[in-house]
């Protein structure tokens, strides 16, 4: 079965860059046509998606990270990785990945997720 | 604010009943059979439990279900158990450019 785990720094600075990896175990990020997605968790207000990226590589991202955001393939590692620019506090969160099938609207699997703070 | 509102807490005691709803609009929750239903213990990885509004995946008991009337889902636990006392989300496809949204979470407890 496919399993998904995610990788990353969990301190970092104000105005500096996320970057977080999603290492995928049970099957190829090229099969099967799937979305790989970021979510994370904020304390207080709960999941928030930020994007996908295709197998193919076409790529959306929610509006709201304005051009912060960008979530890219490895496909020798399979792997793929989160980028965010200029965080702020109000980037803490915990950071999931998970899988979507095409032509449906749910996630699975997820990663058991990782805390990124961003503090001085 | 999350975009889907959520009950903060939800409690039951064992074997009872509980209901957790979920409301959105017409943009999301009410214009879509697409709502989700996520089963989450800190540290662990969320869990699929409901999907399109009413369907279980394969290995999810039986004692989850899902509904939908107007703009709010709801989920319901029967036959509660210790086991179930975790967070739920629940996620809905939206028309907005957002793609996808997602309630602030409900907390279940076992008394």
């Known amino acids: 079965q496919v399993q998904l785990q995610e990788s990353g720094p969990g301190l970092v600075r ?23 997605n970021w979510i994370r968790l904020h304390p207080e207000k709960g999941l928030q998606w930020i994007g ?69 | 604010q999350s975009a889907l509102t959520q009950p903060a807490s939800v409690s039951g005691s064992p074997g009872q009943s509980i209901s957790i709803s979920c409301t959105g609009t017409t943009s999301d929750v009410g214009g879509y059979s697409y709502v989700s239903w996520y089963q989450h213990h800190p540290g662990k990885a969320p869990k699929l439990m409901i999907y399109d509004v009413t369907k279980r995946p394969s290995g999810i008991s039986n004692r989850f279900s899902g509904s939908k009337s107007g703009n709010t889902a709801s989920l319901t636990i029967s036959g509660l158990q210790a086991v179930d006392e975790a967070d739920y989300y629940c996620c809905s496809y939206t028309s907005s450019n957002t793609n996808y949204v997602f309630g602030g979470g409900t907390k279940v407890t076992v008394l």
């Open chain 1, 52 to 120: 996908y990226r295709y197998y193919s590589g076409s790529a959306y991202y929610d509006p709201s990270f304005g051009s912060r955001v960008t979530i890219s393939l490895d496909t020798s590692k399979n792997q793929f990785s989160l980028t965010l620019t200029s965080v702020t506090a109000a980037d803490t969160a915990v950071y999931f990945c998970a899988r979507k099938a095409p032509v449906t609207s749910w996630f699975d699997p997820w990663g058991q997720g990782t805390l990124v703070t961003v503090s001085s």
């Open chain 1, 14 to 36: 104000p105005s500096q860059t996320l970057s977080l990896t999603c290492t995928v175990s049970g099957d190829s990020i090229t099969n099967g046509g799937y979305y790989w």
